[in-house]
Structure formats: structure tokens, C-alpha cells
T-cell receptor
Framework: QKEVEQNSGPLSVPEGAIASLNCTYS??????FFWYRQYSGKSPELIMF????GDKEDGRFTAQLNKASQYVSLLIRDSQPSDSATYLC???????????????FGQGTTLQVKP | ETGVTQTPRHLVMGMTNKKSLKCEQH?????MYWYKQSAKKPLELMFV???????ENNSVPSRFSPECPNSSHLFLHLHTLQPEDSALYLC??????????????FGPGTRLTVT
């Protein structure tokens, strides 16, 4: 089982619709969850992070976290063609008693917003 | 300059060459990371430095040698690479590399081609 799983897509939505991107993870001890946006040929850009169960809203973006189900999602309202990109889910991974952590990335979901 | 910078942005090298990638962060962070991104694969963590100390070596071949002289600078020294090492190499930084895994910010990347 992959540590962080995302549907690779492409997910195609019409302009103005809500895009829903999903991610599941395997490490029950994970505490920090991140969404990155990556345009083709560019580096990942952090757009949202969430640490607590529930919803976190920032502009047109809403991150949702359900630790019991080991599930995190990203909703994009009023989708625009400029939102077309690959969205990477990242989850922190703990090292037992070590104080160090690292991020594990999913393979990303490609979103296409059609005008 | 602000954020995380990387040089060079593009590099073509032969299998017998020696080259170095440079990363610099202007965010006042204490942790720096090297990632490899190949086509159709998730981001792969290579190395983590926390307060100049290497805390993670993700089973990276010895032909990749990192160096972190201070919290703001990170290098990746390359020698006798293989064609399969061709990829986008990304540097990132965060406040610390700890259990809470503070959010990471990426540089623009170096596109490496090994011929």
C-alpha cells in the first residue's frame, strides 16, 4: 500500500464548478497535511496546510481533514482555467521516538478546468 | 532576492562529469531538503538537513553528495551519474525538520539531463 494515495486523473471540470481533489494516507500518526499546486515545468507551490480535523478555508480553497478515515481533501470553488495544474498531497511521516519528520508526497492529481 | 533560489536552472552533463547544484534560502529557515522529481513518479526525498546536521539520507547512491555549510545554503555534488538520474532536482526549506513538519517551500528546481 502506498503511503499517500491520490487519483492521478485527469480530473476535468467546467469553469465555475467546484473541483474536489482527494487523498488518503496510511500513517495514523501523521499530524500535518499539505496541498501543493504544480504547474507544468514549474516547482510545487504550497497552497494550503491543515493540522486539525474539520475544514479550513482560504479564499476559493477549502482543505478538509478526517483523521479517523485517514482522508484529506481539497475543494476549489469557482474553478478557473488558471487552476489547471497538478495538485500534490503531502503528509508528514514520523520516525518513532525520533524528533525528525519528513513529508511523503502523493503522485498528484491533474486538474483540467475547461472554459 | 526572496524565497528559495536554485542554480543552475538547467544542466546537461556527461556521465563522467562532476558538477554541483546550489540552493539558497532567504526565509530564515533552519531545515533544507533535496528532492528528486522524475516523470510519472511522486516526489522523492533525498536528503534532509536540520540546523546544518544531516538527519535523513533516503538510501541515495553515493554519486550524489550533499553539503550544508550553513542554514541558508545547500549543495548537491554530482559525479559519475547515470542517464536514469535525469530529473528535476528540487530544493526546499522549512522552519525546522521536526515531528510537526513545518510547511516546506520549494525553489524553482534544476532540470538535469545526463547524456
Amino acid at each position: 500500500q502506498k503511503e499517500v494515495e491520490q487519483n492521478s486523473g485527469p480530473l476535468s471540470v467546467p469553469e465555475g464548478a467546484i473541483a474536489s481533489l482527494n487523498c488518503t494516507y496510511s500513517d495514523r500518526g501523521s499530524q500535518s497535511f499539505f496541498w501543493y499546486r504544480q504547474y507544468s515545468g514549474k516547482s510545487p507551490e504550497l497552497i494550503m496546510f491543515i493540522y486539525s480535523n474539520g475544514d479550513k478555508e482560504d479564499g476559493r480553497f477549502t482543505a478538509q481533514l478526517n483523521k479517523a478515515s485517514q482522508y484529506v481533501s481539497l475543494l476549489i470553488r469557482d474553478s478557473q482555467p488558471s487552476d489547471s495544474a497538478t495538485y500534490l498531497c503531502a503528509v508528514n511521516s514520523l520516525h518513532g521516538s525520533s524528533n525528525t519528520g519528513k513529508l511523503i508526497f502523493g503522485q498528484g492529481t491533474t486538474l483540467q478546468v475547461k472554459p | 532576492e526572496t524565497g528559495v533560489t536554485q542554480t543552475p536552472r538547467h544542466l546537461v552533463m556527461g556521465m563522467t562529469n562532476k558538477k554541483s547544484l546550489k540552493c539558497e534560502q532567504h526565509l530564515g529557515h533552519n531545515a533544507m531538503y533535496w528532492y528528486k522529481q522524475s516523470a510519472k513518479k511522486p516526489l522523492e526525498l533525498m536528503f534532509v538537513y536540520n540546523f546544518k546536521e544531516q538527519t535523513e539520507n533516503n538510501s541515495v547512491p553515493s554519486r550524489f553528495s550533499p553539503e550544508c555549510p550553513n542554514s541558508s545554503h545547500l549543495f548537491l555534488h554530482l559525479h559519475t551519474l547515470q542517464p536514469e538520474d535525469s530529473a528535476l532536482y528540487l530544493c526546499a526549506s522549512s522552519h525546522q525538520a521536526n515531528r510537526d513538519s513545518y510547511e516546506q517551500y520549494f525553489g524553482p528546481g534544476t532540470r538535469l539531463t545526463v547524456t
